[in-house]
């Protein structure tokens, strides 16, 4: 960043700037200077703490999901396999995307070289193009299951494929910003900071030819990664709602029961991939919409600075939050991915209460007893052995939260596949 600040001819070292000319008094009234810091303190450690809060989001919860999928075979299912594409998707726009964008509005001009330029472009571009491709890709996979459950199923490794092409469409649809997006320094334009000094001002944009043609692919990428994919997902789960209510047929005894079993669980599938989707468009709207309006409305420089400095940090942060939140909804709507969860964080502490607790003996207890096996009155547990023996090995899992023991002392995997 320094060596941005004192590039140039006319910046000596110190950062101060004056115009050379015999008509400096006439120039002086032609440069623009602005504040090096685009907000006061409080506004800025408001914009920290909330990008570090989806930052943390978003790593943590992605990393779990990617971890969750990868280490538990039965997890491993074609839809599965698109949701770790999407957590992989959403972990890169947290780690390339979310700290330069939060320097990038903390600070006036672009404080980072020309390469972060383009590969921050590329990656958040990329990233977006691949999640909404990845949700297009579930969409279909979803629909041929339920609407056309007779014809041939998609693979893991066509799964595979399909994701592979996601991301050479995302890298070809977003190679036109990469190659125009450039750092340029602002004539006439330059930050002063707190003690007076001046620096160039440079910002980093898509220096197109002539203005239509950014024009021309802005509305490119509003229509193929946000109107038209949002749309095929809206019709094809549209479609899935109908095959789901209208197959709903009367059965007696057990298929009722297993028929409506497995009518909630695809639903709730369903429900969740839906809330994925949508909150996708949501999040994404209004940064498309300030990417239009800067476009084609025509704004006044005041205008322009208006958004840039208050409105697009909103913007970027919502939809940055759209890349967080998704671990979340897996959590709350799939069982699978809830128990994941607690088996990533319920292993270390089991190991260490087997290890180092107070309990040590408990490890080596017999297997857990749930409610259903507790020793009944008359049994051959009475007395002193059914306590010793049934009710307190109970409490004791119960207050340790140790659901999981074995003869061995070792924490079973209680994932299930539902």
Known sequence: MEALRNEGNNCPSNGTWWPNSSASHLLRENYTFLAYYQHSSPVALMFILAYTFIFLMCVIGNVLVCFVVVKNRQMRTVTNVFLLNLAISDLLVGIFCMPTTLVDNLI??????????????LVQGMSVS????TLVAIAVERFRCIVHPFRQKLTLRKALLTI???WVLALLIMCPAAVTLTVTREEHHFMVDTYNNSYPLYSCWEAWPETGMRRIYTTVLFSHIYVAPLALIVVMYARIAFKLFKSVAPAHGGEEQ?????????AKVINMLIIVALFFTISWLPLWTLMLLTDYGRLSEGQLR????????????LAFFN???????????NENFRRGFQEVFRAPLCSLRCQCGPYMWFC????????????????????????????LPYIMAGILGRDG???????TDTHTNK
Request: hydrophobic residues 40%; proline residues 8%; contains cysteine.
């Open 306 to 317: 208006l958004l840039a400095v208050y409105v697009y940090p909103f913007a970027h942060w």
């Open 258 to 266: 297993e028929g409506r079993r497995i009518s909630r669980r695809k």
């Open 323 to 333: 890349s967080s939140a998704n671990p979340i909804i897996y959590g709350y709507f």
């Open 130 to 133: 691949a999640s909404v491709f």
């Open 364 to 391: 080596t207890s017999p297997p857990r007893f749930h409610p259903h096996t507790m020793p009944l009155a008359g049994s051959a547990f009475t007395g002193v052995s059914a306590w010793r023996k049934g009710i």
């Open 164 to 166: 592979a092409v996601i």
């Open 405 to 411: 023991l074995t003869h061995s002392g070792q924490c």
């Open 108 to 121: 006036t001009g672009w404080p980072f070289d020309n390469t972060m330029c383009k590969m921050s472009g």
